[in-house]
């Protein structure tokens, strides 16, 4: 059986081509006036790139040890659709607007989390919605985006 | 005492003792929520305070400092459940006596001993803070650029996987930290024509994506059960011949997490472990521990409220943030317009003797309400994750819309919420990464300066005896694990 690889080394590449990609990004800086005493725009973020670079090569080449089942446990299918769900909010906010969004997003997401009636849900995500409003709206002020839809239907 | 009379004459306004009580309030409640920390709650906390003012903002943030380590301690007894990573220590031997039916004695324990290592660590502070101020006048760029590297090589010895992953993400901070305009030259570094990244990454987005985002995320994963709770009848104070059986556990916990949280970088987790290991050293009941000790409450509980005050005070007198929450505070400080270090004790000796004052009553307030609402603190742990994360991810869209009200601020949390993600799963700390973020901007400006001052000769660093010596300690400690084994062979 072959043994199961060691993400630290793909890390170590993935740092390295952070820090590599920085550096290259540094040669299409405008150029420094001239005339200017100290050090430009470029050198310090070339420098911390370069330790960076040395860092990810002592990372690859030191045998540390993997992180563990318990730090980095599989992530189920219905992970996965919690993620999406959180990624769907901003386009579902820029629909129906914040307020609206927040408890359809509380009860689904809370839904799929298992564990809990759906009830409990809806009033706590009711409730949410009521406080924020309150907190944010009416006390600080904030302006909350409303929605195309809910700006188009006239609300 | 003129200023620490003005910083309590603060404290009698009604809106300030009104926002430490909240403090205090919100501090204890989310300390008992296991997976949210003090630093959690100070990020989502951090755009709600911008309309405060800086003295209610900074004295409702230091509250929630000071309550959150002992808010954690209540689920570390019941339920063996540390609701802040501070409060582990506390459940290796709390959760135990609970067990056996003393956690009434345990909670009162750990309110009482975490109140005097508060108050403890306040005190040095009020006297050292000044005393170190002073010493830093004669400080110039050279050695704030030393201490601004001591400061981030101290995040090696962070937490996390290994000492060097700490150090890449330390690096990443910095990196991050020259996005946007460069102040010297005016030049635009890493914004790729984004008009958000044009003047540099906002810290609040970051530190909320960091910390809130990406712990919601990482429990989506874990689906964490709700909690069983050990029954209870009250917290009780301790008696005499229990106080005088925890005297020097919490003596040596007060010490050692003033002395600890005074150190760049090292915070309360690391404090309450230190302090549990010299509490098991010193007791004269060692056959107890593991077994349900009060003197494990005492020693770890004491250490890691007391690294609360030690953590200000390198924070406050120099700008060097003494732990990653004490980061998020310092950003707190710059977003209200608030340049700490050793000017600040004679440009605004009101505010930080409004900062000392309120986190002493901030002290005194989660006493009481240890002692008398500890039961109903700990069935804050009962929330169901299923109402708990999702409700932190819409705090989190907000707290980063509000500042600016800007989507942008929103997507750029989103993507730290990742990286804070990725950073959990791969053995990372975000906290080395906030402190880089926060350093950043200082250790360049500093670096810049100084080489206008040595006519760019980087060798006229060893001219600077105190700089010189900050570097020296900085590479022998870096070296270390390499000279120990050097050492070893021979």
């Known amino acids: 059986m072959r043994p199961a690889r060691n993400p630290n080394h793909a890390i170590a590449a993935s740092i390295a081509a952070v820090a590599l990609a920085a550096i290259a990004a540094t040669f299409t800086f405008d150029p420094v006036p001239p005339g200017l005493p100290g050090l430009g725009a470029v050198e310090f973020p070339r420098l911390v790139s370069a330790i960076l670079l040395l860092l990810a090569l002592i990372l690859g080449l030191t045998a540390a040890a993997p992180p563990s089942e318990e730090d980095a446990p599989r992530i189920s299918s219905r992970a996965w659709l919690i993620f999406a769900l959180c990624l769907g909010f901003l386009p579902l906010l820029e629909v129906i607007g914040m307020i609206p969004t927040i408890p359809i997003f509380l009860v689904v997401v809370g839904l799929l989390w298992g564990g809990t009636a759906w009830r409990t849900l809806a009033l706590s995500a009711l409730g949410m919605g009521i406080a924020i409003w309150l907190v944010f709206v009416k006390i600080f002020r904030l302006t909350l985006p409303k929605g195309w839809l809910v700006t188009m239907l006239g609300f | ?490």
């Open chain 2, 1 to 490: 005492m003129e200023g620490f009379l003005g910083g309590l004459a603060i404290l009698i306004d009604p809106w300030v003792m009104f926002m430490v009580f909240l403090g205090t309030v919100l501090g204890i409640f989310v300390g008992a929520l296991p997976g949210i920390s003090g630093s959690t709650t100070i990020a989502l906390m951090l755009p709600m305070t911008i309309a405060m003012g800086p003295i209610p903002a900074i004295c409702f943030l230091g509250a929630i400092y000071c309550a959150a380590n002992f808010g954690g301690s209540i689920t570390a007894i019941m339920v063996n459940a540390p609701g802040d990573p501070s409060a582990s220590a506390t459940a290796l031997e709390g959760y135990k006596m609970a067990e056996k039916g003393q956690a009434g004695l345990a909670l009162g324990m750990s309110a009482v001993s975490s109140a005097i290592g508060g108050i403890f660590s306040i005190i040095v502070l009020i006297i050292a803070a000044p005393l170190l101020a002073r010493a830093a006048y004669s400080f110039g760029p050279p050695e704030y650029f030393a201490l601004a590297v001591f400061g981030l090589s101290m995040c090696a010895a962070i937490g996390g996987d290994s000492a060097v992953k700490n150090l890449i993400a330390a690096a990443l901070g910095v990196l991050i930290a020259t996005v946007g305009m460069d102040l010297t030259t005016g030049i635009e570094r890493f914004a790729f024509g984004i008009d958000e990244l044009a003047d540099g990454i906002k810290f609040v987005p970051v530190l909320i994506g960091l910390f809130a985002v990406g712990e919601m995320l990482d429990q989506v994963v874990r689906r964490a059960e709700k909690a069983k709770i050990i029954a209870m009848d009250a917290a009780r104070v301790p008696g005499m011949a229990e106080f005088r059986k925890c005297n020097r556990a919490i003596w040596i916990g007060s010490g050692i997490g003033t002395f600890i949280g005074a150190l760049p970088a090292l915070g309360a987790t690391t404090a309450a472990l230190i302090g549990y290991n010299e509490t098991r050293r010193w007791s004269k009941h060692k056959e107890e521990f593991g077994k349900g000790s009060i003197e494990g409450v005492a020693g770890p509980e004491a250490a890691n409220n007391a690294a609360v005050g030690g953590s200000m005070v390198p924070t406050l007198a120099l700008g060097i943030p003494g732990s990653a929450t004490t980061a998020i505070i310092l950003a707190g400080l710059i977003v209200q317009g608030v340049r700490p270090g050793p000017h600040l004790f004679t440009e605004q000796p009101t505010l930080l003797y409004a900062v000392f004052a309120s986190m002493l009553a901030a002290n005194l307030f989660y006493l009481g309400l240890g002692l008398y609402m500890a039961k109903f603190f700990a069935r804050i742990s009962l929330v169901p994750p299923a109402i708990l994360w999702p409700s932190v991810f819409v705090l989190s869209i907000i707290g980063a819309y509000g500042p600016d009200q800007s989507m942008g601020d929103v997507v750029i949390m989103l993507v730290a919420g990742v990286v804070g993600f990725l950073f959990r799963r791969t053995g990372f700390s975000p906290a080395p990464l906030i402190m880089g973020l926060v350093l950043g901007g200082k250790m360049e400006e500093t670096l810049k300066q100084s080489l206008i001052i040595f006519g760019d000769d980087v060798g006229m660093f060893a001219t600077r005896p105190i700089a010189m010596t900050l570097l020296c300690i900085t590479a022998v400690g870096l070296l270390w694990p390499l000279i120990a084994r050097f050492w070893r062979m021979r």
